[in-house]
């Protein structure tokens, strides 16, 4: 009886033998984890954004909910994944970094120190604030994935700030990058209201960014009558992901980005301006790099078939092709003049590629720069932070 008995819970246990006993909705989880994430699978569950005032005037160091609450948040029902699950599974790794990033800020300095390196006093207020925001985010990003697909946790960051004025100079960066990556995003939705709500997130960004022009900077907050357009989001996306410590992440996170049908399958060599680049403004020539010695562009070069290679340059609206000689490659840089024609406005994006305004993800050779005009030199603070 007794072992009859036994057997019975033996298979009954059986197929969930990797489960923790821990609470949870719906489904079993994976060992190792808690189960309290799963809580948040209920998006009713916690403060709610738009209701809570803690996505805005919460003044604390500690982490913020859901920030406070690090494991991914497993399947609750099983069946199709939602439409846009991949996007918003992708939005949510980005929101995690920039949550993650003003986290750090928050920790990491005092209001006093914004002070002393002659910011406003209340800098350190709105650090706060838009970390609550991104808080938020990431709630928002959470409940747009169907219960039916993992909504991915944060990883481990490490970001090149060294003093408050770097910290402030990568928030410009950081923002002006995820409003450029967000006119590229919303062609990926299938579903008009994910449009929408990635237009809305967008507009807040540009919120930011505005407040750090004027208010940190000195600056005229507008930039130009169109934001820059770019089409391959994801490999602005691609570029934040150097921000994250290798293999910190948790080992059931979707890949970041994915690689889905609108993002190739190669990972792109990065571009960035050499660091010793005086002015990235238009007309100015500049030097590119490619920073990876483990992923460096090729270039083909033959007698016979030649191939004329792009520098394209996004900005607005406008796109404009410069042909690059690669002749002589592989000398591990190109020098090229950034479009004189451009306003001083803005950002510039540019890539290598072998098709006249890089028609198609495939006819990209490189990754994205992104040749910030606003503030002027900002990129040199971070490259030489403490340097005039
Ligand atoms: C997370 O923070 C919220 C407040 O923002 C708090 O109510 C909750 O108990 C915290 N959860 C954990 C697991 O620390």
């Not at 207020?125 to 994935?145: D, K, S």
């Not at 970001?159 to 410009?172: G, N, R």
């Amino acid at each position: 009886m007794l072992s009859h008995g036994a057997a019975l819970l033996c298979a009954l246990l059986a197929p969930f033998g990797a489960v923790n006993a821990a609470p949870q909705i719906g489904l079993p989880i994976p060992k190792g984890y808690s189960g309290e994430a799963q809580k948040l699978a209920n998006p009713t569950y916690g403060p709610i954004p738009g209701e809570s005032n803690v996505y805005n005037y919460y003044w604390g160091t500690d982490r913020p909910f859901p920030g406070n609450i690090t494991d991914p948040i497993f399947p609750s029902e099983t069946g199709p994944p939602g439409a846009d699950d991949a996007l918003w599974q992708d939005l949510l790794a980005a929101g995690w970094l920039m949550f993650e990033f003003y986290q750090q800020g928050v920790e990491r300095f005092t209001e006093r120190e914004f002070v002393k390196a002659d910011m406003p006093k209340h800098t350190y207020r709105r650090i706060q604030e838009i970390r609550n925001n991104a808080a938020g985010h990431i709630r928002i990003f959470q409940n747009q994935i169907s219960p039916t697909s993992i909504k991915p946790g944060p990883c481990k960051y490490a970001f090149p700030f060294k003093d408050p004025v770097s910290f402030l100079a990568l928030l410009t960066i950081l923002e002006i990058s995820s409003m450029t990556s967000l006119t590229g995003l919303v062609q990926q939705p299938v579903l008009g209201a994910s449009k929408s709500a990635l237009l809305a997130i967008a507009e807040v960004e540009a919120r930011h960014e505005a407040w750090a022009l004027m208010d940190l900077w000195d600056e005229d907050p507008f930039g130009g009558p169109s934001e820059t357009l770019f089409p391959y989001a994801n490999e602005i996306l691609e570029s934040t992901a150097t921000f994250i410590v290798p293999g910190s992440c948790p080992k059931e996170n979707p890949e970041f980005p994915q690689r889905h049908a609108l993002h190739g399958k190669k990972k792109l060599p990065p571009l960035a301006a050499a660091k010793d680049t005086e002015s990235l403004i238009p007309g100015s020539v500049v030097t590119f790099e490619f920073p990876d010695p483990k992923n460096q562009p090729s270039f083909l070069t033959s007698k016979r078939i030649k191939t004329q290679y792009y520098a394209v340059f996004f900005h607005g609206a406008l796109t404009v092709n410069i042909p690059i000689d690669t002749s002589a490659w592989p000398k591990k840089r190109i020098r090229v003049m950034v479009p004189e024609a451009f306003e001083t406005k803005g950002v510039v994006v540019v890539v290598i590629s072998d098709r006249p305004d890089a028609e198609t993800r495939d006819s990209l050779v490189t990754g994205p720069a992104i040749l910030l005009q606003q503030p002027r030199g900002l990129e040199q603070v971070l490259w030489h932070p403490g340097k005039e």
